[in-house]
């Protein structure tokens, strides 16, 4: 492995001599995501992850596993179940070859988000390669560590713009004992409405989706629990959830079928329904996703003016997260202050710009 | 002990005047009696009279105060209740200390989005009393909760006994505004569940006041447990106590609390407190269950069966709720009890991998023989948080010397073994050495680019937390002498 480490980082070191930009490539699963990579005009080269692979350290006992960056996401997600463990924050895959690097790159949570937390909030430490070809450690493999600032949870979701994650240590849960999912007829206002007030109680929570007049949420934790929130809920429940669950996950509902482009609005909880069109809403109304329609596609960039109006006048933003054109801004911009701290990160962490320029912006 | 360094009246009087400008009289403090009760936190050893405190009482007097101090070059000390355990907010003989104790209202607490605004001097406690009638409460519980400030909270990444099932500080906050040092108000996170961009409030979130003066804070606010349980387990040796933490967690089952007291912890405590601990046991562990009644039921039994087949001789489960306050309270009345059977001690704060508790707790035995000291060993066993309590004399000759050097030797096997120098004390002036054992130049180098981002100039709480790598050297330690310490009656993590 230490092998490959070098071979990292005469790639890099290379890249930084000749300013030339390097495309971080884990899996390929995440190709469609984020802005296109700026070349410059120039060629761009690709820094293939996948054979820095394989746990470097797991201990069930420890709530901890490490994981080389090229590490498939199946693979670290096979060895926790055969623990009754797992990643708390559900990572979407979209794709068999995903890997943890990638995943941890991204930044993305799945449906287990608005109960257990992003995954961010499990990034307990990461090993990285930045832009002169340096390998620092940050974090480590412990759940409390105020030592130095927090730069591995700054790397989650940081789009390989930062550098190379080489390793990570991700904290883990046990799978939860018992589980159950109701279905409820309910249209969207209600529907976000029930949600918001059930959140407020202490009810074993682990994911909420709502589409097309039907709400599924879904109970995790002890058999009691479990049991006596089914009791005071009511509704139907959903045999074979778990596929259901991967489903939306993996946005193979049949809401995201086809190529309409996909926005995605990360919101307050609590915003009351919005106009906006059909929707599919998840993270107890934190995540709505909306397909733009056909008349869209005409004036691209009005649409994307009003996703990103009705987002800010709610509190969130709106993400550009799949197909349509980028040149409307895939992500909401920043503000010209935090802007500015962005580019001295970038300039600290990766000087001659080299990795994934654009990718973020 | 520092040596403090002598204001220059001159130039008190210039920067006095700049914020007399810009602030109400009386939120300006200039004179030595004025400024005294500013010159340590709760790391009272280290004392130094600042220049200049200010108290503003609102956002828009923190940007003028900013402004004022980029223009004269002052470096900006923030500071909130002052009960930060490693310097963080010690006062410069240049420098201006900006304190929030008049930003101290609570804004918003909203059951139905389950969040409360606040500004930043609002006491820990004071967000969970006001959430207390909607059935919600914040859940990061520092022992400090009394006193300290929701802003010394977000700078330090506070945790508490609940951390382990609820999360630290960084799990609890979705939003802060922040007064920059180049004087903009930025909000970093938001009550959306991510912000476009880096995660900057992940990195500011434990940053120690380094990178930005927070004047606003948005909390998550949790539905209360409606019942809480704790078993008190009794084993034979500090090895099996430590193995038995393991197990717990092995067996899926996430406790509400997890700590752990050893014998010398425990004779220690008990003539102060009489929680009924088992006096003859080598550990004592507490394990808390919390949630609805019938999950509690269920959960402590599941907890007790994986006690006794890990080898526990004793096992006691609270029946009421005065009954888990009274084992409770041994544990979170360690420090007071320290105080009172031995003439100082050092409070260490340190984390390892839960694996190797047993291990670092034989190696911490084996250097009270080297040392010649006791160690009174209580902590956040669940996320392996080590606060071990060095008993010394510093009268008798040599033994300061020892206590330091058998603090230094615990926190270098923290780090030996995979853990790290703080779990949730902050570094602040009292570790800014031993930083060095953890990270390397790189690192440190990395660090220094972080905080550049923010903070061009470096005017904000220079030279804590990161070393410069020419001040790397020995390693520190909190050190408490008589008694005589600031929230001596609170207990202490
Ligand atoms: C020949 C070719 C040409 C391409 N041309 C373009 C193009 O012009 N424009 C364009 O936008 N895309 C282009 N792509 C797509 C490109 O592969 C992806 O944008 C990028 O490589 C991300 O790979 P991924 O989805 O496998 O990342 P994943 O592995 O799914 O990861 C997602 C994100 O994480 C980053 N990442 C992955 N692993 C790590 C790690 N260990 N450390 C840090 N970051 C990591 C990735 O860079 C990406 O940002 C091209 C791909 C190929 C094969
Ligand atoms: C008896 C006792 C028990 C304790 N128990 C625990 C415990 O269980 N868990 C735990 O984690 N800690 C504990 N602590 C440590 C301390 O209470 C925490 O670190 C707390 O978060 C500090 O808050 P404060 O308001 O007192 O901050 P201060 O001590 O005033 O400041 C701490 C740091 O925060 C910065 N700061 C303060 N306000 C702001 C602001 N508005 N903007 C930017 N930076 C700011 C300061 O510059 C300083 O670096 C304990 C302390 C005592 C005295």
Redesign the pocket.
Known sequence: MQHTIERFQEQVRSAAAARRPLRIRGGGTKDWYGQRIDAAGGETAILDTRAHAGIVDYEPSELVITARCGTPLAHIEAALAERRQMLPFEPPHFGPAATLGGTVAAGLSGPRRASAGALRDFVLGVKLLDGKGEVLTFGGQVMKN?AGYDVSRLLAGSLGTLGLLLEVSVKVLPVPLAGATLRFALGEADAIRKLNEWAGQPLPLSASCWHDGVLALRLSGARAAVDAAVRALGGEPLADDARFWQDVREQRHAFFDGDAPLWRLALPPATDALALGPQLIEWGGAQRWLRAPADAEADAAAFARRMRAAATAAGGHATLFRGGDKAVGVFQPLAPAIARIHERLKAGFDPANIFNPGRMV | MMPTIPVDPERRRQVAAAMRAVLPDRCVLADPEDTRPYEC??LAAYRQLPMVVVLPDTEEQVLAVLKVCRELHVPV??????????????PLADGVV???AR?NRILRVDAYSRSAVVQ??V??LAISEAAAPLGLYYA??????I???????????????HCLKYG??VHNVLRVR?ATIEGEMIELGGAAPDAPGLDLLAVFIG?????????EVTVKLVPKPAAAQVIMASFGDVASGGDAVASVIAAGIIPAGLEMMDRTSSRMVEPFVKAGYDLDAAAILLCEADGTALEVAEEIERMAAVLKEAGATALTVSRDEGERLRFWSGRKNA?PAAGRISPDYYCMDGTIPRKRLAHVLERIEQMEDTFGLRCANVFHAGDGNMHPLILFDANQPGELDRAEAFGAAILALCVEVGGTIT????V?VEKIDSMCVQFGARELDAFFAVKRAFDPEML??PN??IPTLNRCAELGAMRVHGGA?????????
């Open positions: 105020v | 936190d709760g000390v923030p500071r909130g209740a002052g009960t930060g355990l490693s310097g963080g907010a010690q900006i304190s929030t930003l930043p001097g006491r820990n990061p519980d520092p022992s400090s909760q006193a300290c400030s929701i802003g010394g909270n977000v700078a330090e990444n506070s945790g508490g006994v630290l500080t922040v940053s120690e006041g380094m990178l930005g003066i927070v004047t420090f779990g949730e004390h902050g602040g904000l709480n804590k937390a310490l600031p929230f001596a009656h609170l207990p202490r993590f």
